[in-house]
């Protein structure tokens, strides 16, 4: 028997409605007040920064995925009287300690910026701080200006990661009810506007950071090192031996929120050969992976087979007006017998 459209909508929608209801319940936080503690039953779900100032509780709980959140909040210890509730320093609702005990529904948001931009973002962070101890061991002018700009580069990142965090969370404060909100000293969580611009804007920031470093540092060697330091690209290359050849797979993987083009080099031995077919790059978008798999031939049968076969990725990576070059270097070495 066929439903009609009427009785078919009816029943999905009931069918997510349960869902819902279900998801609403699944995630609970506990406020131990006395303890000055929380605990999820997920971990999708992070509560920190559980503050009691003197009659005053707040606790501020972190989305740790993408999507957004329905969850209880519990408190336990809370005593007798009424509270307001504040969340994100709006005010909400007043509740009794008992309905606060036993749970109030919450939502907390996800994320609503570029996947790109934050890849890069968190994957820029390491290399960044790598490059800048290496390079701060010179006391020279030049490397001094480039540590400056990393320095900066390093705290655009943070800072942007921090708001997008921020905007991935609830500030929940319990005040007596009547009783003037105190503030509790948490990072402040801004718009869904404020938080796209800081992420936009420290990406932008880099690609501007990246273009003049390339264009401005003498050095070729610290040059390189500056812009591959702030342009997270995984290049990597093994060696093995397969169907009885020497055998390369290389892999490239953009983390930049910008796509990256280029070729792939390679330094073989003499009189050495390989069936390598693609080795330009073109428009690598962020996050995707070009891969390389080649076999080499040799001059002759009684030839050795190489120990190591030394590779390079030349890339570029344009936005707008700004642009810059890089090298990066990667060795498949044979594994030893």
């Not at 039953?41 to 559980?50: F, G, H, S």
């Not at 109030?104 to 960044?128: F, H, N, Q, S």
Request: a positive charge; aromatic letters at 8%; one cysteine or more.
């Amino acid at each position: 028997m066929r439903l009609s459209r009427t009785v078919f909508f009816l029943l999905a929608l009931c069918f997510i409605c349960l869902v819902t209801m279900g998801q609403s319940y699944a995630s609970v936080v506990t406020v131990n007040v006395a303890g000055k503690s929380a605990t999820s039953d997920v971990k999708t779900l992070d509560p920190k920064n559980v503050k009691v100032q003197v009659d005053q509780i707040g606790v501020f709980v972190t989305n740790t995925v993408l999507e957004p959140q329905v969850f209880t909040l519990k408190f336990s210890g809370l005593g007798h009287g009424s509270y307001d509730i504040y969340v994100n320093k709006a005010f909400k609702w007043t509740k009794p300690a008992s309905e606060l005990e036993s749970g109030i529904e919450l939502t907390v948001d996800g994320r609503i910026v570029d996947p790109a931009m934050i890849r890069c973002l968190e994957a820029v962070k390491e290399p960044i701080q790598k490059a800048y101890d290496r390079i701060n061991a010179s006391k020279a002018a030049e490397p001094q200006r480039v540590c400056g700009t990393l320095n900066q580069a390093k705290s655009w990142a943070r800072t942007s990661l921090q708001r997008e965090q921020a905007w991935r969370s609830v500030g929940v404060v319990l005040a007596p009810t009547g009783r003037m909100l105190r503030p509790m000293g948490w990072f402040v969580r801004g718009s869904d506007f404020e938080t796209a611009r800081a992420v936009t804007q420290a990406c932008w920031l880099l690609q501007q950071a990246r273009d003049r470093m390339y264009h401005a540092i003498k050095n070729p060697s610290l040059r390189n090192e500056a812009v591959v330091a702030m342009t997270p690209i995984d290049f990597s290359a093994t060696y093995s031996t397969k169907n009885g050849k020497p055998h390369v797979d290389a892999k490239l993987l953009n983390n930049c929120d910008l796509p990256v083009s280029g070729s792939i080099s390679m330094a073989l031995p003499a009189g050495w050969k390989s069936t390598a077919k693609k080795l330009k790059i073109a428009g690598l978008k962020s996050g995707e992976t070009f891969s390389l798999a080649f076999d080499l031939v040799a001059p002759s049968k009684t030839a050795a087979a190489p120990d190591s076969i030394p590779m390079a990725a030349n890339l570029t990576v344009v936005q707008d007006t700004w642009t810059a070059s890089l090298k990066l270097t990667a060795t498949a070495k044979a594994n030893p017998k």
